[in-house]
């Protein structure tokens, strides 16, 4: 069975960083690319970031560009989302989430994980 | 980026009616859209993708249709458990955009 799960939020003041974790199983986690995608309280999704299989090629919002870093280990199983310069429009639950089809970025969203929160407050 | 303009942004309905949600794209996208369905608290669950296939396990009467840059989401026989936000996303681009979402709520 498929799973993911998320980890690393928590209340960070303005200006400050975290890194979310993805810890994934039931899959061949180098196989597929992962993405990351946020949903601000009582909003809609938003697409953050994707990275490919091995790591090569990574992408992000423009939302996010420059503050955020993704990366995956693929002998630990696990993604990751570093964040820096947080800001308050950053409050947010993070999901990781895999692509449908192996050998590709671009593709929809098969599996989601639980999600964990951000929040950027004083 | 493309935008993806989604409609209506709430719809009352009743169990058993037939609903239907559209997503436009501001550019062309081929069929390569997705719909989610995520319910308060949890995270979103994929229900049909490039457009029209029907994901593992969703049940039949979710079906999904393309024509040009305007894609539908029906459901047929809305059950209690379909009372959700719906969410239409295009993966056309690296820059992969959603839906402002559908609330669906029971009348």
């Known amino acids: 069975e498929v799973q993911l799960v998320e980890s690393g939020g928590g209340l960070v003041k303005p200006g400050g960083s975290l890194r979310l974790s993805c810890a994934a199983s039931?899959?061949?986690?180098?196989?597929?690319?992962m993405n990351w995608v946020r949903q601000a309280p009582g909003k809609g999704l938003e697409w953050v970031s994707s990275i490919s299989s091995v790591g090569t090629y990574t992408y992000y919002a423009d939302s996010v560009k420059g503050r955020f870093t993704i990366s995956r280990d693929n002998a630990k199983d696990s993604l990751y989302l570093q964040i820096n310069s947080l800001r308050a429009e950053d409050t947010a639950v993070y999901f990781c989430a895999r692509v449908g089809r192996m050998s590709t970025v671009i593709s929809h969203f098969d599996y989601w994980g639980q999600g964990t929160l951000v929040t950027v407050s004083s | 980026d493309i935008q993806m303009t989604q409609s209506p942004s709430t719809l009352s309905a009743s169990v058993g009616d037939r609903v239907t949600i559209t997503c436009r794209a501001s550019?062309?996208?081929?069929?390569?859209l997705a719909w989610y369905q995520q319910k308060p608290g949890k995270a979103p669950r994929l229900l049909i993708y490039k457009a029209s296939t029907l994901q593992s396990g969703v049940p039949s009467r979710f079906s999904g249709r393309a024509s040009g840059t305007e894609f539908t989401l029906t459901i047929n026989s809305l059950q209690p458990e379909d009372f959700a936000t719906y969410y239409c996303?295009?993966?056309?681009?690296?820059?992969?955009?959603f839906g402002q979402g559908t609330k669906v709520e029971i009348k």
């Open positions: 996303q295009q993966y056309s681009s690296y820059s992969r955009t």
């Open positions: 550019q062309t996208i081929s069929t390569w």
């Open positions: 039931g899959f061949t986690f180098s196989d597929y690319s």
